[in-house]
């Protein structure tokens, strides 16, 4: 039986700010926006997939970010999709190697901090 695998991770944003998390996870990471599973919930929100797992916005006023939270993106050519993100003026900073992989972090509009993985 194959170990568990990620389903999705959530992330915030404030109230009234979708048009910049649209812009920025589906305009620049390029993921595709879904429906979400409990619309008519009363919790405002969006939700993307990322490969077999998804991204889940939702909306939140304390966007106090622990320095180390993140969520990892599993990326093809990460020079490609670092390129296109640091145009698009994106927040970049470094991350310790792990041998076998290159990696950096990237962050949202909104603070989150997210990692780009590209693994052979």
């Known amino acids: ?43 405002p929100g969006l939700w993307f997939q990322a490969g077999s797992g998804q991204v889940h916005l939702s909306v939140e006023d304390d966007l106090h970010l622990h320095p180390r939270r993140h969520f990892a993106l599993r990326v093809a050519d990460l020079d490609e999709i670092a390129g296109r993100l640091r145009a698009g003026g ?17 962050f949202d509009p909104f603070g989150n901090k997210i990692e780009l993985d590209e693994i052979p």
């Open 1 to 43: 039986m194959p170990g568990p695998s990620l389903h999705h991770a959530q992330v915030f944003y404030p109230a009234s700010q979708e048009a910049r998390a649209r812009a920025f996870y589906a305009g620049q990471l390029r993921l595709v926006e879904i429906p979400r599973l409990i619309e008519g919930s009363g919790r």
């Open 90 to 106: 994106v927040r970049f900073e470094d991350a310790d190697p792990i041998p076998g992989w290159r990696r950096v972090y990237c």
